[in-house]
């Protein structure tokens, strides 16, 4: 008897939102999806099209997942993701994608649209992921640490998975007992903060914070084992991802610019997590990162302030 082959379709996706300044959308879409190169450039997003342009045409594209569905506050900018990312539906109102998707991306890094996007979704049972950072309110937090448990919410940083910072994951003796991480990033804390915590909390697990101290735009975050770390944010003139880690047995500067591969790798655990039920990255790591954040917020200058867990 010939066997039985069973032709399993793509999952199908939602991409949802666009924020000022954030071209995640596009970078998302055409990473699952590819993209149309004139539709790319008509976008308007030359960064984005300039590094899609650059990759191997074979890490383009998902075989088990497709944006189907789009669906932003502005029609423009969801026909101009449509065309770019070559995505089949272009959805009048967000409520229309459920039942319509099996996992929604929301793609905006302003905080506070973040719940009333995200809720009727994950209420309904669709997994979702949010664009970092996922809220930057103790309380809206609360409401979604259910579903980060059950596998349903992904929220992260994609440096939490930046190819450069490989070397840390695979050895984190890399430079001996680990002592100080120091890192630039480009502009505010809110918003960009959470790129270096991710980053660092991505490659060294073992990484415990436990209080921090504000210095104007510059946060010293003392950890489990007399670690440091520094997280500095430059301003919107200051095109910087750049760590510095420091060790028993030496240093390494490192410069963050594979945001194809940080975002490739994260769209890829989401679809996982999708597929498996399994979260991609653990409630406590999201709990660490985000309490991290929240904290940094409230800190005044030179106050040592215990970071208090979510």
Known sequence: MDSLVIDKKPLRLGIVGASPGNGHAFSFSAIINGYDSGGMADA??????????????????FPNARITHVWTQDADISAKIARACEVDTIAAKLRDLIGHVDGLIIAR???????????????????????KPLTIDSVEFASFKPYLEAGLLMSCSGLRFAREMDEFRGNPKAVGDLVSVQCGVIKGWDRYGIHMIDA?????????????????????????????????????????????????????????SDNFTAFRRTMQRFVRQ?????????????????????????????????????
């Open 44 to 61: 308007g997003w030359d960064g984005i099209h300039r590094y899609l342009d650059k990759q191997d045409p074979a890490d383009i594209g």
């Open 274 to 310: 999708i597929e498996t039920g399994e979260p991609q990255v653990s409630l406590a790591q999201t709990v660490t990162s985000l309490s991290v954040l929240l904290t940094g917020r409230i800190a005044k200058d030179g106050v040592v302030t215990p970071i208090k867990r979510l």
């Open 200 to 256: 660092i909390l991505g490659a060294f697990p073992n990484v415990m914070p436990e209080w921090l101290v504000r210095n104007g735009d510059s946060w010293l975050i003392g950890c489990a084992n007399g670690q440091s770390v520094s997280i500095s944010c430059l301003g919107d003139n200051a095109p910087v991802f750049a760590i510095q880690v420091l060790g028993r047995e030496g240093g390494r500067q490192i410069k963050i």
């Open 109 to 131: 890094d302003d905080a506070e649209t973040h719940a009333p996007m995200a809720m009727p979704f994950l209420e309904a049972g669709i997994p979702v992921f949010v664009d």
